[in-house]
């Protein structure tokens, strides 16, 4: 007699999912199934592939807000199924986050308040230009066609040639700066790093700068150690060149990370619109505006900075609507969520949200000091984190730290830094608002059981790298050179660097 029956393939009642014949299979990767299953079940076994995902607060390695108060989560989610573009179904929306001349002057609330954060020049009546994006990336693309628009009429209209465009920034910009200038064919023109001076120096910068240059682009946080570049020295040098040359080259200013720290904490340091050469400035409403990934904003100082024939005007969706993105559909609820920060928070808030992501920094800073086995890369005045390399690398390096802090659930980077400094290595801590003073001294912990395991541990690359004694020996009639210390880190860094990216490919991460 059978004591037990196999669920017949045309029962689709599922009254415990894994005691259903959902979990015996794969989940698709490639084709879409023949049949359809119980929501319960594609719940369920999603939820739990989602389980191998690494906690979003406890990884370090990115600026991005990853908590928000209940109160905006709920806003969030009655907004979710609303379209930004959809003017007629949610005209609040819209109010919030575009703000063009061809609008009504009391729209767009977020932009004015960033513009006014910025110190726009602004009549007591008068709105900001600006637009709302998905990020930093897309507001930089925005600001550099704009660049790029004026920059091409202005050099039609004297009779020059307008086909070899280029832009001038350091070589610790972000990828989106590359990306800009390989789609739109505008020439990116670096300036090179060299140890210990890792952001753009605004001397070699202007030094760049020619007649085709249609602008340069500072950094506000740099990615690699948070420092903010010197706007005021870079608009002091590019004015002395304008009046020298007859050019009116402009500063775009990237401030997709520390343009809502730098307003709050050092409102005394002069890198916005008060700078008569800063044309636009970019912000990421997801990083220290505090909302959950998807928002950034761009703003210009005035209108004429912003090209009319880059605005268009469609009136298909049931009122007449001026956009300038680059897409066209998107959800409303980022848009909300910052509004939502801006107004609960106020100035008050923020300020007080920066100073405790600036004093849990310090709290991190000086415990990886007190070990004495770091030297800090990052500056005091900037984005909050830490940048840290090993002092003696000889026996491990950052990468094996990075790859041996994920035991205990921390996610920090450990990357090289970009030419002419490309020996050096880094691990970075991103300091957010949910990262505690706890949090900070529980790290320091386990990065000091960390290098006690490594210590006590048989080195993986350097048992590859003879280093002789003191001077050169004969081993098997060959002399062996001694390598320097300079010498071991390159290699160190060159192996691991290569184990590193064939892991990723490994992993399927790009």
């Known amino acids: 007699m059978a004591l037990s029956r196999t669920?017949?393939?045309?029962?689709?009642?599922?009254?415990?999912?894994?005691?259903?014949?959902?979990?015996?299979?794969?989940?698709?990767?490639?084709?879409?199934?023949?049949?359809?299953?119980?929501?319960?079940?594609?719940?369920?076994?999603?939820?739990?592939?989602?389980?191998?995902?690494?906690?979003?607060?406890?990884?370090?390695?990115?600026?991005?807000?990853?908590?928000?108060?209940?109160?905006?989560?709920?806003?969030?989610?009655?907004?979710?199924?609303?379209?930004?573009?959809?003017?007629?179904?949610?005209?609040?929306?819209?109010?919030?986050?575009?703000?063009?001349?061809?609008?009504?002057?009391?729209?767009?609330?977020?932009?004015?308040?960033i513009a006014h954060l910025f110190n726009a020049p602004l009549g007591e009546s008068e709105t900001a230009v600006?637009?709302?994006?998905?990020?930093?990336?897309?507001?930089?693309?925005?600001?550099?066609?704009?660049?790029?628009?004026?920059?091409?009429?202005?050099?039609?209209?004297?009779?020059?040639?307008?086909?070899?465009?280029?832009?001038v920034t350091g070589a610790n910009v972000q990828v989106c700066w590359e990306k800009f200038a390989r789609y739109f064919e505008v020439e990116l023109k670096e300036v090179k790093l060299r140890e210990g001076y890792y952001v753009m120096d605004p001397e070699k910068a202007v030094?760049?700068?020619d007649e085709n240059t249609i602008c340069v682009a500072a950094i506000l946080g740099s990615t690699l150690n948070g420092e903010f570049e010197d706007v005021k020295l870079l608009?002091?040098?590019?004015?002395?060149?304008?009046?020298?040359?007859?050019?009116?080259?402009?500063?775009?200013?990237?401030?997709?990370?520390?343009?809502?720290?730098?307003?709050?904490?050092?409102?005394?340091?002069?890198?916005?619109?008060?700078?008569?050469?800063?044309?636009?400035?970019?912000?990421?409403?997801?990083?220290?505006?505090?909302?959950?990934?998807?928002?950034?904003?761009?703003?210009?100082?005035?209108?004429?900075?912003?090209?009319?024939?880059?605005?268009?005007?469609?009136?298909?969706?049931?009122?007449?609507?001026?956009?300038?993105?680059?897409?066209?559909?998107?959800?409303?609820?980022?848009?909300i969520a910052q509004y939502y920060?801006?107004?609960?928070?106020?100035?008050?808030?923020?300020?007080?949200?920066?100073?405790?992501?600036?004093?849990?920094?310090l709290v991190l800073k000086e415990g990886l000091e007190l070990t004495g086995r770091f030297n800090i890369i990052s500056k005091d005045i900037g984005v909050p984190l830490v940048a840290f390399s090993l002092k003696d690398n000889s026996t491990h390096n950052e990468f094996e730290v990075s790859d041996m802090l994920r035991r205990f659930g921390w996610i920090v980077p450990a990357y090289t830094m970009p030419p002419d400094a490309q020996h050096v290595t880094v691990l970075r801590v991103v300091?957010?608002?949910?990262?505690?003073?706890?949090?900070?001294?529980?790290?320091?912990?386990?990065i000091q059981k960390v290098m006690h395991e490594l210590e006590n541990l048989p080195c993986k690359v350097c048992a590859r790298i003879w280093i002789s004694g003191d001077g050169d020996k004969e081993q098997?009639?060959?002399?062996?050179?001694?390598?320097?210390?300079?010498?071991?880190?390159?290699?160190?860094?060159t192996i691991w660097r290569k184990f590193v990216m064939e892991k990723k490919k490994m992993n399927g991460v790009c």
């Open 7 to 113: 669920a017949l393939d045309t029962d689709v009642s599922v009254h415990s999912t894994f005691a259903s014949r959902y979990v015996r299979a794969s989940l698709p990767r490639f084709r879409m199934p023949e049949n359809s299953i119980p929501k319960e079940a594609a719940y369920q076994i999603i939820n739990d592939e989602l389980m191998l995902d690494g906690n979003p607060r406890l990884n370090l390695a990115s600026f991005v807000t990853t908590w928000m108060e209940p109160e905006c989560d709920k806003l969030i989610m009655a907004s979710v199924n609303k379209n930004y573009v959809d003017m007629d179904d949610r005209d609040f929306s819209l109010k919030l986050c575009f703000q063009l001349e061809a609008m009504c002057p009391k729209q767009n609330r977020c932009v004015n308040m």
């Open 130 to 167: 600006g637009v709302g994006t998905v990020g930093s990336s897309e507001a930089i693309m925005l600001a550099g066609l704009a660049f790029k628009r004026k920059w091409q009429n202005k050099r039609k209209a004297e009779g020059k040639p307008s086909d070899q465009p280029n832009i």
């Open 207 to 209: 030094e760049m700068v």
């Open 235 to 335: 608009n002091d040098l590019l004015t002395e060149k304008n009046k020298e040359t007859g050019w009116d080259t402009p500063i775009h200013v990237d401030a997709a990370s520390g343009g809502f720290i730098a307003p709050f904490i050092y409102p005394d340091l002069e890198w916005d619109f008060r700078l008569p050469l800063v044309k636009s400035i970019n912000v990421s409403g997801h990083k220290y505006g505090l909302v959950y990934a998807g928002i950034g904003w761009v703003i210009w100082r005035s209108k004429e900075d912003l090209p009319e024939e880059l605005i268009f005007h469609i009136n298909y969706l049931g009122a007449d609507q001026p956009t300038f993105t680059l897409n066209f559909s998107k959800g409303s609820s980022q848009v």
């Open 341 to 361: 920060q801006l107004i609960r928070l106020g100035y008050e808030g923020y300020k007080n949200v920066m100073e405790n992501c600036r004093d849990n920094m």
């Open 431 to 446: 300091i957010r608002e949910d990262f505690s003073r706890t949090l900070a001294e529980r790290l320091v912990n386990d």
């Open 476 to 493: 098997h009639g060959a002399v062996v050179v001694k390598k320097t210390a300079l010498e071991t880190q390159r290699e160190i860094t």
